[in-house]
Nanobody, 115 residues
Framework: QVQLVESGGGLVQPGGSLRLSCAAS????????MGWYRQAPGKQRELVAT???????NYADSVKGRFTISRDNAKNTAYLQMNNLKPEDTAVYYC?????????WGQGTQVTVSS
């Protein structure tokens, strides 16, 4: 069955870095758009970054220049490199895979930015 498993979250100080990973299985990873979303307490889930199979990327304005989405099709894994983290980046981060009418979600990983 389809699985998306996020890892790499944790507690980090402002200005620090984290790299999130999303290990995928159960579908043809290389053909899917991959994305990262986040949801902070009391807020709606929002788009962070997306990447197409062809390598096009899109970022929320709030993370441009700080976050980078990437993928390794050989490992069926997507990544989100997060640099210069800010307290407002604190949220549960979710991995998403989408293609036409198919969309899959991971269970989420907590990122907390605090001193």
């Amino acid at each position: 069955q389809v699985q998306l498993v996020e890892s790499g979250g944790g507690l980090v100080q402002p200005g620090g870095s984290l790299r999130l990973s999303c290990a995928a299985s159960g579908f043809t990873f290389s053909m899917y758009n991959m994305g990262w979303y986040r949801q902070a307490p009391g807020k709606q889930r929002e788009l962070v970054a997306t990447g197409t199979p062809g390598g096009r990327t899109n970022y929320a304005d709030s993370v441009k220049g700080r976050f980078t989405i990437s993928r390794d099709n050989a490992k069926n894994t997507a990544y989100l490199q997060m640099n210069n983290l800010k307290p407002e980046d604190t949220a549960v981060y979710y991995c998403n895979a989408a293609r036409f009418l198919n969309a899959y979600w991971g269970q989420g990983t907590q990122v907390t930015v605090s001193s």
